[in-house]
């Protein structure tokens, strides 16, 4: 007796093989590349972020008003192309650090942007940091005179945010030229 048995040629089999693996290449491309693109996006936009603290304009300093202590930094940006959304401000003093992250939107109870009068607590907005080619100063509430000032930029890459590294290191001046 004789059955009818009929098997998937070797070729076909062959090219089915090659179909699925072309697919299998396809999804899972499909679904890497975005993770490796946002991750090369946010790496380009530290290596183009760079703010630097101007310690020549007499507006970084320490200085006392009555019993409180504030640090006044002033912090340029240069002409680079990012997305500047805060930073991360460092002082250095007395054995100790203390840092702030400076956001848009977030409110923050004892650092502002420079005024006479300073008020806390302060919300910043997107147009309270450097633009392009720019300086801004913010005025810290400390209760420590420090001796080193560090910076680092926040970036905004889509809808991810990422403190770079420290882009500035200067020693913050003992009294106010102002």
């Not at 805060?86 to 004892?110: F, H």
């Not at 001796?147 to 991810?160: H, Y």
Request: overall charge positive.
């Amino acid at each position: 007796m004789k059955k009818n048995k009929r098997a998937i040629s070797t070729l076909v089999a062959t090219v089915l093989l090659i179909l699925i693996t072309v697919a299998a290449v396809g999804i899972i491309w499909g679904a890497i590349m975005p993770v490796i693109t946002r991750t090369m996006e946010i790496g380009q936009a530290c290596l183009n972020a760079r703010v630097t603290i101007n310690t020549e304009s007499g507006y970084t300093c320490y200085k006392t008003v009555g019993a409180d202590k504030f640090v006044n930094i002033m912090i340029s940006r240069g002409s680079e192309d990012f997305t500047l959304s805060g930073i991360n401000l460092i002082l250095i003093g007395g054995g100790t650090s203390t840092s702030w992250n400076i956001q848009s939107g977030k409110a923050e109870t004892t650092a502002t942007v420079y005024s006479t009068t300073p008020v806390f607590p302060h919300t910043f907005a997107d147009s309270e940091f450097p633009a392009p080619n720019e300086e801004k100063t913010y005025t810290f509430k400390v209760t420590t005179q420090p001796d080193e000032a560090k910076v680092a930029p926040i970036v905004k890459v889509g809808a991810t945010l990422r403190t770079c590294s420290v882009s500035s290191s200067v020693p913050v001046p003992k009294t106010c030229a102002i």
